[in-house]
């Protein structure tokens, strides 16, 4: 896995940082302020985890709590996700478990086979070892997500052979 860490000015995705959290609308208060303030006080992290090129800088993302958040914690991971507009987040699954809650922007979003669109309020769930992505449209998606479960196990792009995972969890 290939992380750094950067500063919301610096970040080719954090471009997209102040117009995903002022469109965060005013009927998730006090999310929105709440957001708002943790956004600008954690470390951002851009992930590459060995997506082709075209995706590089295509995603961000801040822990608040875990190894490396402002809250120290082994067993949960809470944080911030920022995805830049126009951006394919491929079919993926990892062992830890998943939630999302849709801040600000809209997206396509895939589960195994299921496709579905989300925005603002919208809460997806991702079981472990269940294939998923995101593809946004011209605007930006801001989420908070949290990982449960196996949170340093295994991630993998569905085109990656991974033999392993049961199919009954």
Partial sequence: ENLNSITASRSPTCKSLENALNRIP?????????????????????????????????????EIIGEMGLIFSEKIRLGLFLQKPNVNYPLHAHDAEELYFVLSGSSDWQINQEKFSVGPG??????????????TSSSPLFAMWVWTGKINGRYWFVDQIVTDCPNDI
């Fill in 26 to 62: 005013n009927t998730l208060d006090p999310m929105d302020k709440l957001t708002k303030i943790i956004a600008h006080n954690v470390i951002w992290n851009e992930a590459e985890r060995g997506v082709p090129e075209f995706f590089k800088g295509g995603y961000a993302f801040a």
């Fill in 122 to 135: 919208s809460i997806i769930h991702h079981q472990t070892c269940e294939n998923h992505a995101m593809i």
